[in-house]
C-alpha cells in the first residue's frame, strides 16, 4: 500500500465529496496501481477559486465544507482513509472551432484541465489521478505528510486495516 498526502479541504473531498480525481502537477505513481491511504496534510489549501468553493460546497453533504470555509479548523496530519488507485493519465483535450477548451479524457468536474487558473495558460498540463472505491478510517491514524506517492510500513498498514 502507498500513502499520498493531499491538504484539506481536497483530502475530505476525496474520501467524502465524491472527488475522483486528484490533480498532480507530474505523474507519480509510475506502473503502481492499487490501494492508497489518503494523508491529511497538516496545511490546508490558501485559497479557493470561487469555481473550487461552489464544487465543494455543492458535495457538502454533513456541512463540514462550509464550516471550514467559515474557519472552523479541518482535520489534519493524519492518515483519514484509503482509495484505490485506478488509472493515471496527462489531461487529454481539445480546442472547439470557438476557440473553447474542453477536456477529453474524463467525464469529472474534479479534473483539472490546467487551463483554471487566473494566472493564464499552465506550464504544463496536469496528471490525473483517477481514484475509486473511497474508504474512510473510522479512527485518523496520526502520520507524518511528505511528497510523492510513498511505500508505507508494515506497522501502519496494519493499523489501516484493522489487524
Avoid at 500513502?3 to 502537477?25: F, M, Y
Avoid at 455543492?58 to 479541518?74: C, K, M, R
Avoid at 482513509?81 to 489531461?91: I, K, N, R, S, Y
Avoid at 480546442?95 to 477529453?104: M, T
Amino acid at each position: 500500500m502507498r500513502v499520498l498526502t493531499v491538504r484539506q479541504p481536497w483530502a475530505w473531498a476525496i474520501l467524502h465529496g465524491g472527488k475522483d480525481v486528484e490533480n498532480r502537477s507530474r505523474k507519480l505513481a509510475g506502473d503502481y496501481r492499487g490501494p492508497i491511504a489518503i494523508h491529511a496534510a497538516l496545511g490546508k489549501t490558501a485559497a479557493l477559486t470561487d469555481a473550487q468553493e461552489r464544487l465543494l460546497l455543492d458535495h457538502d453533504i454533513d456541512g463540514l465544507i462550509g464550516a471550514w470555509l467559515g474557519g472552523e479548523p479541518v482535520l489534519g496530519g493524519a492518515i483519514v482513509g484509503v482509495v484505490d488507485l485506478v488509472d493515471v493519465h496527462g489531461a487529454i483535450g481539445y480546442w472547439d472551432r470557438d476557440n473553447r477548451w474542453h477536456l477529453g479524457c474524463c467525464e469529472t468536474p474534479w479534473a483539472e484541465t490546467g487551463f483554471e487558473h487566473a494566472s493564464g495558460l499552465a506550464d504544463q498540463l496536469p496528471v490525473h489521478l483517477v481514484l475509486a472505491n473511497p474508504r474512510p478510517l473510522t479512527e485518523p491514524i496520526p502520520f507524518k505528510g511528505g511528497l510523492g506517492l510513498r511505500k508505507l510500513t508494515p506497522d501502519i498498514i496494519n493499523l489501516i486495516e484493522g489487524v
